[in-house]
């Protein structure tokens, strides 16, 4: 298997391969020849799982490990010269291939995900400020499947956020898409909570958010994010908002995916969650995860 940026999802891995095989030893000294490698294209942030057990984690591009090998070539008829055999004639086939039955599982790689409850908008704000296009509706249903945008800056630079499916409350304990959402949530570096503020209350939505998080790895609720409290257009949120701002701590940014109203700010706080991530990890003497 070898990780490839350009691929996004496992879609295209056939469930069962089979390498070339080896030829035979001939005459003339000549060995059998290996069989050619064969290369499966998976993408960044794939695992490979062998009975229940992680055997590979491919982060990097271009990263790789050898799910099979082959059989080594036959010998030829030199192998078998001896005093009392000046000329021999005897070869051996190739020996057969390994075989393995491995599980492939993606986990998403993107530098930000996008945490929140259905119908909070998350699918609508990833549309607002990347070239990705989810689903939306105007009902509370959920994204099936995550989808990464791309945010694009003057200086090139490019930031990948995940718009990771809605959870629900009991998602640690695998209710609703539970834990086969949740996992993606571990590849991000920072998270953006998204919170619907039109509704009751909405600082409840950010302590159950980071209760499951928590509940499903501790630690989890505590990197470094910003909490965007969406629908600033409806009335309701903008009596809510100072109520929001008083029950935490964490930066609130107001905003609405539908009108584009406040985009800029979370557009520039972004990038500086971004290129705090990039410093810390050149500190740590490690790359940083580039799109």
């Known amino acids: 298997f070898t990780a490839d940026q350009q691929m996004k999802s496992l879609s295209s891995v056939l469930p069962f391969y089979q390498g070339f095989h080896g030829e035979k030893g001939g005459s003339k000294n000549c060995y059998g020849a290996n069989g050619a490698y064969m290369y499966v294209k998976v993408p960044v942030g794939t695992l490979v799982k062998e009975d229940g057990k992680v055997v590979a984690d491919l982060t990097q591009h271009g990263e790789e490990y050898v799910a099979a090998y082959g059989g080594a070539g036959g010998k030829g008829n030199r192998f078998f010269l001896s005093n009392e055999n000046r000329a021999p004639t005897l070869f051996t086939p190739g020996e057969p291939g390994q075989e393995r039955v491995l599980h492939l599982e993606l986990k998403t790689t993107a530098h930000a995900g996008l945490v929140g409850f259905p119908n909070a908008g998350k699918s609508s704000l990833l549309r607002a400020i990347s070239s990705a296009k989810p689903a939306v509706a105007a009902y509370p249903f959920t994204t099936l499947n995550p989808h990464v945008g791309i945010v694009r800056y003057q200086d090139y630079e490019q930031v990948a956020v995940a718009d990771i499916p809605g959870l629900i409350k009991g998602a640690h304990q695998n209710r609703g898409l539970g ?7 571990e590849r991000c570096h920072f998270l953006l909570y998204v919170v619907d503020l039109s509704v009751s209350q909405p600082w409840i939505q ?14 989890l609720s505590q990197r470094p994010c910003v909490v965007i409290g969406n629908k600033i257009d409806l009335a309701q949120s903008r009596i809510n908002l100072p109520l929001l701002k008083e029950q935490i701590d964490d930066r ?3 905003l609405s995916a539908l009108t584009g109203d406040n985009l800029e700010e979370l557009l520039l706080h972004l990038r500086e969650l971004y290129d705090t991530y990039v410093k810390t990890e050149q500190s740590r003497g490690q790359s940083p995860v580039k799109w």
Not at 179 to 185: C, E, N, P, V, Y
């Open 206 to 219: 950010l302590q159950d958010l980071k209760y499951e998080l928590e509940q499903y790895k501790k630690g």
């Open 179 to 185: 834990m086969a959402f949740l996992r993606h949530i």
């Open 252 to 254: 609130v940014i107001a």
